[in-house]
């Protein structure tokens, strides 16, 4: 009961902010928030909608399983961001339109239009489809119910806030998302030291005797040269892949983009910026997390620790919180998953795939449907769990080649218009066959290089049989 109680108070309170922000007063309204998002909510809602509530747990797990290392792949991804915000978000910005492919038709075409859009969502479903079912069987496992009941209560919460406001309901939740996940992992953070005998200082002494502070990697696990191809948390392979993943992740992804793109000219800079703080600090509380967990259990050796890592804080808060602590991660997970990526799922369905009048009406209710869809995915991926891990990848082969395209697009001499569609496909189709030969167990390389590969597969052949014509300096 207090696990629902938790979760109707984040409803009234997130009901409370989109009551202040009022409806959506047009269609534009709805889509674009009037083009004058503050940089301070982009920033921290670009720090929420990167997390989820697997963010909570499993970033906690790492740093109770292994060390602090996903910090390298962190450093990665802020120099993502400095590049999107400073080289390539005033070239998207100036031609985007509606949304954050609306320069690719420009550029090469409304088939590259297309594409990236139909990827876009292809991705999104798959990739909130296993975070949502993955979320929901946790919250019924700390609260009661059912998984499919959850699910369908966070699609619905989600579906009410953004078919109210749109984009300015979203972008303003997920600010006071981030917030609340930020202090909710401080605090459980502080709470597993607390457990510890001697305090927050014994804890962290015990988290660094067991390298569970350790950063850097400065050496890969094997031999050097299989280590280079398979060890994703080897130090220069981590910033790497933070920095492709990232980059990819930004500038292909319409639910990413749409903040940074509907901020007033420069706010939008300084929001991607200002993400980079936003993510830290919540990276750190879930670090810290986790290296308070692995405190507590390396002291309090007679307790039994889970079958799986990842499930170290649900078991955590069974054992050893009360009920109001239970109630809190029970309020943090639900946060972390409600928001669903539905107005920029709509906007690119709308927009991008069958564009013409859009009403604020048809685009309410497509919203809705965006959330329906979510929640029928989640209930697949729950009944038919070989799927997920498969689905969960899907962001790769979808990302990877748009963003050899927009790079061409922003350095490439030639307008490449004809050769756009075709490099498309090819990179898609290269990326779809590593994941496969990846899931069992023949590629030669860890699928954290695939972004790169994508990338320049689409980038080479676009390039390579590009038209002739040159693209005149600006």
């Not at 999107?84 to 949304?99: K, S």
């Not at 369905?349 to 604020?360: K, N």
């Amino acid at each position: 009961m207090m696990g629902m109680f938790a979760v109707f108070l984040v409803l009234a309170v997130l009901a409370s902010l989109l009551w202040v922000l009022g409806p959506a007063k047009d269609e534009r309204d709805f889509f674009t928030a009037g083009g004058d998002l503050p940089p301070w909510a982009a920033a921290l809602w670009f720090a929420a909608a990167e997390a989820s509530a697997m963010t909570l747990l499993g970033v906690s797990a790492s740093a109770f399983r292994e060390d602090w290392r996903y910090l390298q792949f962190f450093a990665g991804s802020a120099a993502a961001r400095a590049f999107l915000a400073v080289v390539l978000l005033p070239a998207i910005r100036a031609d985007a339109g509606a949304t954050a492919y609306g320069w690719l038709e420009k550029r090469y075409g409304p088939g590259a239009r297309r594409w990236a859009a139909g990827a876009f969502l292809a991705a999104r479903l798959g990739v909130t489809g296993v975070r949502l079912m993955a979320a929901c069987a946790t919250l019924a496992a700390l609260a009661g119910g059912t998984r499919a009941g959850w699910i369908g209560l966070v699609a619905v919460s989600a579906a009410g806030m953004a078919a109210w406001g749109g984009l300015r309901a979203v972008v303003f939740a997920g600010a006071a998302q981030a917030l609340f996940l930020i202090a909710a992992g401080t605090a459980f953070a502080l709470y597993a030291a607390a457990g510890v005998d001697g305090g927050v200082l014994e804890a962290l002494r015990l988290a660094d005797a067991g390298h569970r502070l350790d950063v850097w990697r400065w050496m890969p696990d094997g031999p050097f040269l299989l280590g280079i191809a398979f060890d994703r948390s080897w130090g220069p392979a981590a910033l790497a892949g933070g920095f492709l993943g990232s980059l990819a992740a930004f500038a292909a992804d319409q639910e990413m983009m749409q903040a940074a793109l509907n901020a007033r000219e420069g706010d939008g800079r300084r929001g991607l910026l200002g993400s980079v703080f936003a993510s830290f600090a919540l990276l750190v509380a879930l670090l810290g997390l986790g290296a308070a967990l692995y405190a507590f259990y390396e002291q309090h050796t007679a307790m039994a620790l889970p079958d799986r890592a990842e499930s170290i804080l649900p078991h955590f808060a069974v054992q050893n919180m009360s009920l109001g602590w239970r109630a809190l991660l029970v309020a943090a997970l639900f946060a972390a998953v409600v928001d669903l990526p539905l107005v920029g799922s709509a906007a690119a369905f709308l927009a991008d795939l069958r564009p013409g009048r859009v009403r604020l009406a048809g685009a309410r209710w497509t919203v809705c449907a965006a959330a329906a869809a979510c929640a029928l995915a989640a209930w697949t991926f729950g009944a038919l769990p070989w799927a997920a891990p498969w689905a969960a990848r899907l962001g790769t082969p979808a990302y990877g080649p748009v963003l050899g395209l927009v790079l061409y697009g922003v350095f490439g001499p030639r307008s490449a218009s004809r050769s756009a569609l075709s490099g498309l496909a090819l990179g898609t189709a290269v990326c779809a066959a590593a994941m496969v030969l990846e899931g069992i167990g023949l590629l030669p390389f860890g699928w954290h290089w695939m972004p790169l590969v994508g990338a320049g597969v689409t980038l080479s052949w676009a390039h390579r049989f590009g038209d002739d014509a040159v693209i005149p300096a600006s």
